[in-house]
């Protein structure tokens, strides 16, 4: 089955201490991208990825990183949470030559204590 | 500032009725999309207009794009309670710049009762 998936679905953790939220497609998708969602706020993005190697910031790039090595995975690195980045978090993908049509994770809900 | 402002809010209709939602935008874009989000999960894609087509259908849905008025509606048909979740519209400003992405609204609440 073509999807998206996360992990964790769910996570408390504590600030300051490190964290990553994997994600992986199975689409063989170039472009990747990680959002955050807030109430009031809607949908906004954090990082995205056009290729392998490729990263650039989003709208809200700050406390976060990415890295992608591998077409599949494109990983959220927290190096130090605070509570402020206590949200809902999605990673999407898709085709760059399909645009739009983006295939959503069914997200991690992340609490920063 | 939101690309994309859907209206209403949040919208109540009874099962059987039809439920329109309007979403409006502030540059050109390449194409508009709709999904759809069950509490807590993640989004759905519904559909997707361009920039030079004016209406599209899929199955008891309806989406009108008019871009002189910089605005979409999204028209449910003979809403089921299933229906219930949360809408929202997304632009996609084409190859401008560095990145492609979308920029979503913050949404509309449909609650559709039995």
């Known amino acids: 089955e073509a999807q998206v998936t996360q992990n964790p679905r769910y996570l408390i953790t504590v600030t300051g201490k490190k964290l990553t939220v994997t994600c992986s497609q199975n689409?063989?998708?170039?472009?990747m991208s990680w959002y955050r969602q807030d109430p009031g706020l809607g949908l906004r993005q954090i990082y995205y990825?056009?290729?392998?190697?490729?990263?650039d910031k989003g709208d809200v790039p700050e406390g976060y990183k990415v890295s992608r090595k591998e077409k599949r995975n494109f990983p959220l690195i927290l190096e130090s949470p605070s509570p402020n980045q206590t949200s809902l978090y999605f990673c999407?993908?898709?085709?760059?030559?399909?645009?739009?049509?983006?295939?959503f994770g069914s997200g991690t809900r992340l609490t920063v204590v | 500032s939101q690309q994309g402002e859907e209206d209403p809010q949040a919208l109540s209709i009874q099962e059987g009725e039809n439920a329109t939602m309007n979403c409006s935008y502030k540059?050109?874009?390449?194409?508009l999309q709709w999904y759809r989000q069950n509490s807590g999960r993640g989004l759905v894609h519904l559909i997707l207009i361009r920039s030079n087509e004016r209406e599209k259908h899929s199955g008891r849905l309806r989406v009108t794009l008019d871009t002189s008025k910089k605005s979409s509606s999204l028209l449910i048909t003979a809403s089921r309670a299933a229906d219930t979740a949360s809408y929202f519209c997304?632009?996609?400003?084409?190859?401008?710049?560095?990145?492609?992405?979308?920029?979503f609204g913050k949404g509309i609440t449909l609650s559709v009762r039995p």
């Open positions: 689409m063989n998708h170039e472009y």
């Open positions: 997304a632009t996609d400003l084409g190859w401008a710049g560095a990145n492609s992405k979308l920029t």
């Open positions: 540059t050109s874009i390449n194409n």
């Open positions: 999407a993908s898709s085709l760059l030559g399909n645009r739009g049509n983006y295939t």
């Open positions: 990825s056009m290729n392998v190697e490729v990263t």
